[in-house]
């Protein structure tokens, strides 16, 4: 927030006499109420209600819920397909990060839209893309059947769906970053002889960290929970391509809401986890 | 001008060569393939197909449910990000850090927590279902999933803006005479008014292809709350690859379209921050 008031022209402007009327408290009491409220019908009640219906039958019945084969093939497979994506889009974020920001050329803010793109589409479509590619009636339907290949239906379907729903998000947080800090750096290691790599792993990585670690974990998180577009390619075929997210979708629509709950459970301390770590993140940055 | 601006730095061709060829891969040959497989398809049957009632009301559901949404958000956001930025009270950090929960929380987990909060015997839904008022399995409970998705969205795109409002200025409108609403509307919402509006089609925009939180708790009934994304997903179950693909080129052409008055409110509101001279 540059050039805004600092904090000490914020305290001493909120020490001048006439700040405190009646009104004034009145308003900010409503504001403060109507805030708490919204927040609380909406986020901490479905948040606490995860927690409550998971362990509504006990602890025994939590744990037991883990226990099932498919819950645990469904967390396998959610732990695969991050697994697999989080590096490759992370390697990609890094490497168009540094072609935009260290570089000047043509075209680059059309560049900049592209990689947003998959944020603004809806995940259906980020699935349906896919089936229309690589599905029975898809433009390379027949030839993956005549060579025995499984995309849609099967785990390379969902990767590549969860592949494309996260694409953005390490490109997203490092361009800005990276642009902010200038190539002064950099020239100078080039210039008394580094080479590239030793420029990157020594010069530039060490500033950019934190910033990579909050792309990557937003990265994983939206990877770990994407549900509509995985949806769209899954086939959900219990224990073989459900990922967590829809697994929880089957263990509720059979009424067994212990199990799906706490299959929730788990992906909202996975939420829980990230947020801690982008705080932890900002306050590192400061 | 040459391509690019000459620079001693390496590795431009390799970066530029792979993320170019990575997003090809991944994102635009796939949507290449949405637009071809609408194309194959011939005017009249396109025309049938996105006009269809069913697929019409969708639409309306859909967009309108969004609409109403952000509109929403742009309330309760404006109100939230004020007395996060202005307000001291005990547990304000912890809470400004959970703005950000419904952006990290996976969707299906939203969709079915709502649906028991707002149910008719969930903890909000026992004490408004008396009043007549029936949320999960209606239209309200997609505006209410579409809410609790958009709302980081115009939180955090205001809160910057709402820093930005000058007190010295308030304060000399006070002095001078002005009313609290006079305050509101010729000093406040001009400097607050490009971010929200950046909030607000953010927070659209994602509510429009919402699928996982809403379908939950929107009972799908065709033509009264069956939302499009959900009408796609049903035409690929029947093998109906290209009612599917054309129902999806409607929605890829309005998420270009919410790109591009994403790309240029920012824009504008960055010109009259420098208008402005901050």
Redesign the interface.
């Known amino acids: 927030m540059a050039g805004g008031p600092s904090k000490e022209m914020l305290a001493e402007i909120a020490s001048r006499p006439g700040r405190d009327t009646l009104i004034s408290s009145a308003v900010r009491y409503v504001f403060i109420l109507v805030s708490l409220g919204f927040l609380a019908a909406l986020l901490f009640a479905p948040l606490a209600t995860v927690f409550i219906t998971a362990l509504s039958k006990g602890w025994q019945m939590y744990f037991e819920s883990f226990k099932d084969e498919d819950t645990l093939a469904a967390i396998r497979l959610t732990l695969t397909v991050a697994a697999i994506v989080v590096p490759t889009n992370t390697v990609f974020g890094i490497a168009a990060a540094w072609a935009i920001a260290k570089f000047e050329f043509r075209g680059k803010s059309f560049l900049i839209t592209l990689i947003d793109l998959p944020i603004a589409v809806s995940p259906v479509i980020s699935g349906l893309v896919y089936v229309l590619l690589f599905g029975a009636q898809g433009w390379f339907g027949l030839w993956l059947q005549e060579h025995d290949i499984s995309i849609i239906f099967a785990v390379p379907g969902i990767v590549l769906a969860t592949m494309f729903v996260t694409f953005p998000y390490v490109a997203r947080e490092l361009i800005p970053l990276m642009q902010q800090l200038g190539n002064d750096e950099e020239e100078a290691a080039i210039t008394l002889g580094a080479g590239g790599l030793m420029t990157f792993f020594h010069v530039t990585l060490p500033k950019i960290r934190w910033g990579l670690v909050y792309g990557v974990i937003l990265c994983n998180a939206r990877a770990m929970g994407e549900f509509g577009a995985v949806s769209v390619v899954s086939g959900h075929i219990r224990g073989l391509t459900t990922t967590m997210p829809l697994h929880v979708e089957i263990l509720y629509n059979e009424y067994n809401f212990v199990g799906a709950f706490a299959v929730a459970s788990l992906l909202t301390l996975l939420a829980v986890l990230t947020l801690i770590i982008k705080s932890l993140v900002e306050m590192k940055r400061k | ?1 040459s ?3 000459p ?6 061709g ?3 060569g ?3 060829f ?2 090809s891969a ?6 290449a ?2 637009v ?2 609408t194309a194959t398809m011939g005017w009249d049957d396109f025309v049938r197909v996105v006009t269809d009632p069913r697929a019409v009301a969708s639409y309306r559901l859909s967009f309108g449910a969004s609409l109403l949404a952000a509109t929403l958000n742009c309330v ?1 956001g404006f ?2 990000a ?3 930025v202005r ?1 001291e ?1 005990p547990g304000r950090k912890l ?1 400004d ?2 703005i ?3 952006f ?7 969709g ?3 649906t ?2 707002f149910a008719e015997n ?3 839904g026992q004490h408004i279902a008396p009043l007549g008022i029936k949320v999960a399995y209606t239209w309200i409970g997609v505006v ?1 999933a579409l ?2 998705i958009g ?1 980081p969205f115009v939180v955090r795109s205001v809160q ?1 803006a709402i ?2 409002v ?3 200025l308030e ?1 000399a409108a ?1 002095t001078l005479g002005a009313g ?1 609403f006079t305050i509101f509307r010729r000093i406040i919402l001009p400097t607050v008014f490009p971010a929200l509006a950046t909030g607000f089609t953010l927070a659209f ?1 994602r509510a ?5 939180s809403v379908i ?1 708790i929107a009972g799908n009934l065709p033509m009264r709350t069956e939302i499009t ?2 009408l ?2 049903i035409k ?1 179950e029947q ?1 109906d ?1 290209k009612g ?2 054309a129902l ?1 080129f409607i ?2 052409t309005m ?2 379209v ?2 591009l008055s ?2 240029l409110l920012q824009a504008w509101s960055r010109r009259r921050m420098v208008a402005a001279g ?1």
């Open positions: 001008m391509f690019r601006q620079s001693i730095l390496p590795g431009f390799l970066t530029l792979f993320s170019t990575f997003l991944i994102v635009l040959v796939p949507l393939a949405l071809m497989k309760f109100i939230i004020w007395t996060l307000y009270f809470i850090s959970l950000d929960m419904p990290a929380l996976p969707t299906a987990v939203s079915i927590a709502l028991a909060v969930g903890w909000i209410v809410t609790l709302l910057p820093a930005e000058q007190r010295d304060d006070e609290r925009a429009v292809g919402e699928y996982g939950f994304p959900l796609i997903v690929l093998f690859y599917a693909a999806g929605m890829l998420s270009f919410m790109l994403i790309n901050r």
